[in-house]
């Protein structure tokens, strides 16, 4: 009898389980037609013109890729106007990308237009969950909190830093542009290029530096000390522990998300259960980091307590003690956990060195390009003061106003905004619409009946949309820039165009590089500063020349690789001789 009961019952689980997976099954074919044949239907992005393409292809590369996205975009602008739209996972995926300054402008301030969770949590599993994964009135808090830090007046007090890191730097590539036999890195794990291609020219020794890795650990030194007043080393020790860290995880990153990577992104537990070689490095990478930011806090939290209990007014305007301060006077419920503090550090840490190497790198490069350009900097340099070009350090001279005379520079004001113009290091970024919108355009468009949707008028966005916010499309419109849009002239700077010079946002003329809006980067000026220090205190010492044909390539961010490379990482050698003063 109770066989018979038994096998009645599990009879009975076996046809509840059947009837709740056909009901699963059901429901997923339900999600799976409304997504690729439904939903598609009613998108009103369905009607705007662009690129068509097979059933499951998809335009990322076209759209990402720096090697080709000049021309695509430039070639789909001619096509479609302004604004169109192009396929994401497959020909059901309309989003929307936009060279229209209104357009993009609406979308980069609007309330109703966010950072996609897939963004959000793919930077959340780098850095934890700091500024860049939030949204609304949490990082509009936040914002608030840091801004301080980030005010003019602020970044004067960072300027000795900027110097002194600068000055570290020139130091070292002394001793390589002294030495003919000087090698590339010093890092023995970065494998030697082969030999580049040789430049004749009489005023050079052959040393070869990768200025992509120098720079990397200046500006990490310089974060450490400027956003938490903390002394990394890096330029000194190369295999410094927590700039190791960093490293290894992004030379994973670097790579590009991976199909693994996006389903993981769906599936998280995949990673947990089955861990590959990358999810083990970045682990590994962010043990090392969590344990030195975790006794930065705790170290600045009791100078900071001690400062409270003697009384005297804490100066500090550091990113760190910033947080730190007002999570001690804030009330509990609206303090960030030590968790949370470090997730910030860590963002800043990654935010503010690698985006600012980057611009600096890309900068010697364009000039190792040109080296008549590079010839009127040093000129400009020279004609500063003694400082600017002779070897003694800043000591004995007040640097806030060095820097402020070095800031003034023109010529060299307009070679950084022309390198950040055409080397963005943040390639585009990305919005949902969290809502239905309408979007104002200021150029027509011909949607795909025909009709034009004249300037002024506005184009529908349903909730859940996506948009792609094309920076580097931006700076290479022909439209804004000019018909040289394309190329280093730094001289355009000096009588810009006129759609350049209406800025649709504050800050530099119409350069997208920065951003704009709430989530607009609040390390501009910092950058700017910093990378026009580093060349005041370099060009006039060093002749750089290119050593290699270089690329670039674009995860996270946009970073130089040496041609048919890749394998070796992200490097961007430059040969390198003494200026004879
Ligand atoms: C050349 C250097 C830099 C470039 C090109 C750059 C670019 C950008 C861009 C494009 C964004 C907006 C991203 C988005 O909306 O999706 C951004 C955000 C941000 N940047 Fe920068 N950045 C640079 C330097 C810095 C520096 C030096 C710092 C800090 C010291 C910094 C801190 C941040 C932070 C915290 C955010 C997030 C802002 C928010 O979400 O509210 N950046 N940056």
């Not at 990308?97 to 996609?116: A, G, T």
């Not at 608030?144 to 130091?171: N, V």
């Not at 002294?178 to 794990?189: G, Q, Y």
């Not at 951003?515 to 580093?534: D, E, R």
Request: aromatic share 10%.
């Amino acid at each position: 009898m109770f066989p018979s009961v038994a096998s009645t019952l599990s009879l009975s689980l076996l046809k509840a389980c059947s009837v709740v997976l056909l009901i699963l099954v059901a429901r997923g074919l339900v999600l799976l037609i409304n997504m690729l044949v439904v939903a598609p239907m009613s998108d009103p992005l369905k009607k705007i013109q662009g690129p068509d393409g097979s059933l499951l292809q998809n335009h990322f590369r076209e759209v990402m890729d720096p090697s080709i996205s000049p021309n695509t975009h430039e070639k789909w602008v001619k096509s479609f106007g302004k604004t169109f739209r192009f396929h994401g996972f497959g020909r059901h995926d309309f989003r929307l990308l936009s060279v229209d300054f209104c357009v993009m402008s609406h979308i980069l301030n609007s309330p109703i237009y966010e950072k996609p969770w897939q963004t959000r949590s793919l930077l959340t599993n780098l850095f934890g969950r700091g500024i860049f994964a939030m949204e609304g009135a949490e990082h509009k808090a936040l914002r608030k909190l840091i801004a301080p830090a980030f005010s003019t007046q602020s970044i004067k007090t960072m300027t000795p830093i900027f110097f002194q890191k600068a000055e570290e730097l020139r130091d070292k590539w002394e001793v390589f542009a002294s030495s003919p036999t000087a090698t590339l890195v010093e890092d023995a794990k970065i494998p030697p290029l082969p030999a580049p291609p040789y430049f004749p020219s009489p005023s050079f020794a052959e040393a070869v530096i990768d200025i992509a890795h120098w720079f990397s650990l200046a500006t990490f030194d310089v974060i450490g000390l400027a956003g938490f007043d903390y002394h990394f080393h890096a330029l000194q020790c190369e295999s410094e522990e927590v700039y190791l860290a960093y490293r290894n995880m992004f030379r994973i990153a670097d790579k590009g998300p991976k199909l693994r990577d996006l389903v993981q992104l769906y599936f998280p537990i995949i990673e947990k259960i089955f861990p590959n070689e990358a999810t083990r490095i970045t682990n590994e990478s962010q043990r090392v980091i969590s344990e030195a930011g975790q006794q930065l806090i705790q170290s600045k939290k009791l100078a900071i307590l001690a400062e409270k209990a003697s009384a005297s007014e804490i100066k500090e305007k550091d990113i760190l003690s910033l947080l730190i301060k007002s999570n001690l006077s804030a009330d509990i419920s609206g303090r960030l956990s030590d968790a949370d503090l470090l997730s910030q550090l860590s963002t800043f840490l990654f935010a503010g060195s690698d985006s600012t190497s980057l611009a600096m790198s890309w900068c010697i490069h364009l000039l190792s390009l040109h080296p008549d350009i590079q010839d009127r900097l040093r000129s400009e340099l020279n004609s500063l003061s003694p400082c600017a070009s002779n070897s003694s350090s800043t000591s004995g001279y007040s640097a806030p106003a060095h820097a402020e005379a070095i800031d003034g520079l023109p010529f060299l004001d307009a070679v950084v905004r022309e390198t950040l113009r055409l080397c963005p290091p943040v390639h585009g970024t990305m919005r949902v619409a969290t809502r239905d919108d309408n979007i104002p355009v200021s150029s027509p468009i011909v949607l795909r009946n025909g009709t034009i949707i004249q300037p002024g008028e506005t184009i529908r966005l349903r909730k859940g949309s996506y948009v792609h916010i094309p920076i580097e499309a931006l700076n290479f419109s022909t439209d804004i820039w000019g018909e040289d849009a394309r190329k280093f002239n730094p001289d355009r700077w000096s009588s810009l165009p006129h759609p350049a010079r209406v800025p649709s946002h504050p800050g530099l003329a119409n350069l997208m590089t920065f951003s704009f809006g709430p989530h607009a980067c609040p390390g501009w000026k910092f950058s700017m500063l910093q990378t026009k220090i580093f060349l005041a205190t370099l060009i006039p010492h060093f002749v750089f020349e290119p050593a290699a044909d270089i690329q670039k390539f674009n995860a996270i961010l946009t970073r130089p690789y040496v041609c048919d490379q890749f394998e070796f990482g992200a490097r961007l050698p430059v040969k390198i001789g003494r200026v004879n003063l």
